[in-house]
């Protein structure tokens, strides 16, 4: 059966546009995909702040001024508490058995050049996953008991983690390993903020359940810490 040339013409553009199609919607999911990463800026390996000056300054610190951050100490304090520091993907704080159960939120409220929202901290890629595209302070101030320090940082970090990577090699015992590798990477981004000149504070009152609902976190995801962080 013969095919006329209109007909060749019309099936070719007619392909033509589907491909475009296909293609326009690609890049649109992938953009979308994308909108939501935030690389962060490379961490410094170096300060004019000794560790010993840091130990000595470190303070709980609750009132800050209504000043953003910037990216740069954002990435920093992330880094601090979980980044990546070596090509064997060990972290900045020590893990029982290199298993890794800690997961890091960072709630967004006054940083220069990130939207207010929850963003979840990507290790291995030093990046941000966006979950919530909304200031979430006032909601987490809430949870932790209406600490006014929640509400006046800049920035929130919250800690939670996935007790079974670790329990699932060390039975009960891991339990105890979880909380004590909180209590490193809590310390960490202290001792960061001090040579950054920041001022943070650890908050373990808070309604777990709560916290968990305004994170959209995962079942098995017990949230452990908050360290709202702010310009003294």
Known sequence: MKISKFALVSVIIILGIG???????ENKISFTNQS?????????????T????????????RDYQDKPLNLAEVSQL?????GITNEQGQRAAPSAGALYPLELY????????????????QPQEHQLLRIIEADK??????????QSSVKGA?????????YERTTGKYGERGIRYVQMEVGHAAQNVYLQAVSLNLGTVTIGAFDDEKVKKIVQMAEEEKPLYIMPVGRK
């Open 19 to 25: 491909i475009y199609f296909i293609a326009t919607m």
């Open 36 to 48: 939501k990463i935030v690389n962060l800026p490379e961490p410094k390996y170096q300060s004019q």
């Open 50 to 61: 000794s560790v010993e000056k840091a130990i000595l300054e470190r303070r709980s610190i």
């Open 78 to 82: 992330l880094w601090a508490a979980q």
């Open 106 to 121: 960072l709630f967004a409220g006054n940083v220069s050049d990130l939207n207010a929202g929850i963003y979840k901290y």
């Open 137 to 146: 302070r006032e909601e987490l101030c809430q949870a932790a008991l209406s």
């Open 154 to 162: 800049a920035a929130v970090i919250v800690f939670t983690a996935v």
